[in-house]
């Protein structure tokens, strides 16, 4: 026995694992990247993620392919064929999940403002700004909870018969405190809407208005 070829041969074994375990390594790192940008991190835009995501899971499903052939070898046509069914197959479930994502209802309580406050206190006919930044521009409506209590001494009259409108709203679209309404806030031009509301309530009457809840919706 030639004791070159015994030499090569465990080189060999070692190329091939290496090779091997380079693939394993981009697999994982393409596959937590793509990941992390569908669930864990909000950098960039929903666009954007969903751009960069969906391309690394196209990577990982060719990478898995090439490790497929790595442990059981095949031929020219058949890898070819198997990294392109791998990767449209991940493809289609990256841009499954983008949808689902991207479709969810957003929780943005913590960041709706009023008058650049949280809390404002407002006599009849006074007009108020409602900010909220929204993440993404095909989200339509705000389930928005504000909160009211009578600032004055006739507590139970003064909620009782307040309202808020948002200006440029339907006729009737009012919507009475400490109940959830469901408010459109169209195309959303930026990252923020503003929506300019008006308190409707008996003259004399001062209500403390917060936010209590605020979910963006598709």
């Known amino acids: 026995m030639d004791p070159a070829?015994?030499?090569?041969?465990?080189?060999?074994?070692?190329q091939g694992r290496g090779f091997v375990i380079a693939l394993l390594s981009a697999f994982a790192v393409?596959?937590?990247?793509?990941?992390?940008?569908?669930?864990?991190?909000?950098?960039?835009?929903?666009?954007?993620?969903?751009?960069?995501?969906?391309v690394s899971l196209a990577l990982a499903g060719a990478l898995l392919g090439m490790l497929v052939q790595a442990a059981a070898p095949l031929d020219g046509r058949s890898t070819i064929a198997l990294v392109l069914v791998l990767s449209a197959v991940f493809t289609s479930g990256g841009l499954g999940i983008a949808y689902w994502k991207n479709h969810q209802p957003v929780d943005v309580t913590d960041k709706i403002t009023l008058d650049s406050g949280r809390v404002i206190t407002k006599s009849n006919g006074e007009g108020f700004t409602i900010s909220t930044p929204v993440p993404k521009a095909d989200h339509k409506t705000l389930r928005l909870k504000l909160t009211g209590k009578s600032d004055t001494g006739n507590t139970g009259d003064c909620l009782?018969?307040?309202?808020?409108?948002?200006?440029?709203s339907k006729s009737g679209s009012n919507y009475k405190f400490n109940e959830s309404a469901m408010v459109p806030i169209g195309q959303a031009y930026g990252t923020t809407v503003k929506l300019n509301a008006i308190l409707v309530t008996d003259q004399?009457?001062?209500i403390k208005i917060g936010v209590g809840s605020g979910v963006i919706d598709s």
């Open 5 to 14: 070829s015994d030499a090569r041969e465990p080189e060999g074994e070692r």
């Open 204 to 206: 004399g009457c001062k």
């Open 160 to 168: 009782f018969v307040s309202r808020w409108y948002v200006s440029g």
């Open 30 to 54: 393409t596959g937590l990247f793509a990941l992390s940008s569908y669930f864990w991190v909000n950098w960039g835009t929903p666009d954007e993620r969903t751009l960069y995501s969906t």
